[in-house]
Structures are given as structure tokens and as C-alpha cells.
């Protein structure tokens, strides 16, 4: 019982975020499933050992009562053949009585013991159970940080090949690269082709129409008919 408590001392002081660390250094739960693993058969042998000495100290308790009634009764059995003047009865039931009384005490001592073990055993199990869900939420969160680290590396490997699109990378590639570039500019090109063009006609219809106001007021000095 001993080591097994010994055992689980050790997991319960287990520290967890150096457990964490180093799942996170080998981008894995290998260390993190094996503390678990761990816990969980620890855990399974201390409830059966807590079930066990928690079984002994109901038995050692109910021997108590039962050597404690039977104490009574002989006590009052002895002042029975005291009154009768039986003399030789009344000694071998005290006799019988002191005997129950020594086993009466033996069995109150062990019961004490084994109460405190049984304590000991439901502590342990309350905190190894508490160990071992923290874990278990401090593994869903590691997976989580995996999942991420991963799609960073996926994404960091990407815009890697991105860059590479027009520089050193396959020739098909470099070709699409390019040709999309080349939509791209040529695409610019008309769009400023077809402003400047508007350009030019808006200023055309401008002076067009400055010239024929300045033509229109001179008929008018003139007294000449539109």
C-alpha cells in the first residue's frame, strides 16, 4: 500500500508544465498520453485498495460493536452470580470479560489505522483524479497549439512557394506567373489608354463650346442672325 502511494505522490507532484514543454519541443503527445496512461492505472489500483481498506475498517468497526455488546452483557452477567452468591461463575465471566475488553480495544486501534489509510487512499484519489483531468484539458489545448504551429508551417511554406512563382521555381509555373502579369499590364494599359481618350474628348467638347459662345456673342454685337 505503501508504494502505491508513493507512486501516486510522485504523479500528483508531477510538474505539468514541464510535461507540456516538452510535447511542444517534439511536436507530440507522446509524453503528455504516457503521464495519462500512467494515471489511470495508478488511479484504477487506488480505488480498488481504497474500496479494500474502506471494506476492513466497516468490518473492524462492526467487531467493535458487536465485542462492546457482548462486554455488556457478560458485565452484567458477572453482578448476576455475585447476587446468587456463585462465585466461580462470576470469576470466569470476568475473566471472559477482561479478554473481550483487550480484543475490544485491539480492534478500535485498527480500526483508527486503517480509517486514517482509507483517508490517506480517498485524498490521494481526489487529487490524482483532479491531475488527471487537467491534463487531459492541457492535452486538448497542446493539440490545439500542434494544429496551429502546423498551419502556420503550411502557410509560411506556401507564401514561400508564392514568392517563388517568378524566380527559380518550376518553368510551368513561372510561365502562368507570367502571363498572368502580363494580363495584368496589359489590362492597366487599356484602362489608361481609354481615360486618356476620354480626356482628350471631354477637353475637345469643352473648347468646342467656348469657341461657338465667343462665335455666338460677336453675331450678336454685330446684329447678325444665328
Given at each position: 500500500?505503501?508504494?502505491?502511494?508513493?507512486?501516486?505522490?510522485?504523479?500528483?507532484?508531477?510538474?505539468?508544465?514541464?510535461?507540456?514543454?516538452?510535447?511542444?519541443?517534439?511536436?507530440?503527445?507522446?509524453?503528455?498520453?504516457?503521464?495519462?496512461?500512467?494515471?489511470?492505472?495508478?488511479?484504477?489500483?487506488?480505488?480498488?485498495?481504497?474500496?479494500?481498506?474502506?471494506?476492513?475498517?466497516?468490518?473492524?468497526?462492526?467487531?467493535?460493536?458487536?465485542?462492546?455488546?457482548?462486554?455488556?452483557?457478560?458485565?452484567?452477567?458477572?453482578?448476576?452470580?455475585?447476587?446468587?452468591?456463585?462465585?466461580?461463575?462470576?470469576?470466569?465471566?470476568?475473566?471472559?470479560?477482561?479478554?473481550?475488553?483487550?480484543?475490544?480495544?485491539?480492534?478500535?486501534?485498527?480500526?483508527?489505522?486503517?480509517e486514517s489509510?482509507?483517508?490517506?487512499?480517498?485524498?490521494?484519489?481526489?487529487?490524482l483524479e483532479?491531475?488527471l483531468q487537467?491534463?487531459?484539458?492541457?492535452?486538448?489545448?497542446?493539440?490545439?497549439?500542434?494544429?496551429?504551429?502546423?498551419?502556420?508551417?503550411?502557410?509560411?511554406?506556401?507564401?514561400?512557394?508564392?514568392?517563388?512563382?517568378?524566380?527559380?521555381?518550376?518553368?510551368?509555373?513561372?510561365?502562368?506567373?507570367?502571363?498572368?502579369?502580363?494580363?495584368?499590364?496589359?489590362?492597366?494599359?487599356?484602362?489608361?489608354?481609354?481615360?486618356?481618350?476620354?480626356?482628350?474628348?471631354?477637353?475637345?467638347?469643352?473648347?468646342?463650346?467656348?469657341?461657338?459662345?465667343?462665335?455666338?456673342?460677336?453675331?450678336?454685337?454685330?446684329?447678325?442672325?444665328?
Open positions: 500500500m505503501a508504494s502505491l502511494l508513493e507512486k501516486v505522490s510522485t504523479l500528483i507532484s508531477a510538474n505539468l508544465h514541464a510535461l507540456v514543454d516538452q510535447a511542444l519541443q517534439s511536436n507530440s503527445p507522446a509524453v503528455i498520453d504516457q503521464y495519462i496512461r500512467q494515471v489511470e492505472n495508478n488511479l484504477a489500483d487506488l480505488e480498488d485498495a481504497a474500496a479494500t481498506v474502506g471494506g476492513e475498517v466497516r468490518t473492524l468497526k462492526r467487531k467493535v460493536h458487536e465485542f462492546e455488546q457482548k462486554a455488556d452483557e457478560t458485565d452484567q452477567a458477572i453482578d448476576a452470580f455475585l447476587m446468587e452468591g456463585n462465585n466461580a461463575y462470576a470469576s470466569a465471566a470476568q475473566a471472559k470479560l477482561n479478554s473481550t475488553q483487550r480484543l475490544v480495544e485491539t480492534y478500535k486501534e485498527q480500526a483508527v489505522r486503517q489509510e482509507y483517508q490517506s487512499l480517498l485524498s490521494a484519489k481526489v487529487k483532479a491531475r487537467t491534463m487531459k484539458q492541457e492535452r486538448e489545448e497542446l493539440m490545439a497549439l500542434l494544429e496551429l504551429a502546423k498551419s502556420k508551417e503550411l502557410t509560411v511554406k506556401t507564401m514561400k512557394s508564392l514568392d517563388n512563382l517568378m524566380g527559380t521555381g518550376d518553368s510551368d509555373i513561372s510561365r502562368i506567373a507570367e502571363s498572368i502579369h502580363q494580363r495584368l499590364d496589359k489590362a492597366s494599359a487599356a484602362s489608361e489608354m481609354r481615360a486618356s481618350r476620354l480626356d482628350e474628348e471631354m477637353d475637345r467638347v469643352l473648347e468646342s463650346s467656348v469657341i461657338d459662345g465667343a462665335l455666338a456673342e460677336r453675331r450678336k454685337k454685330l446684329g447678325l442672325a444665328e
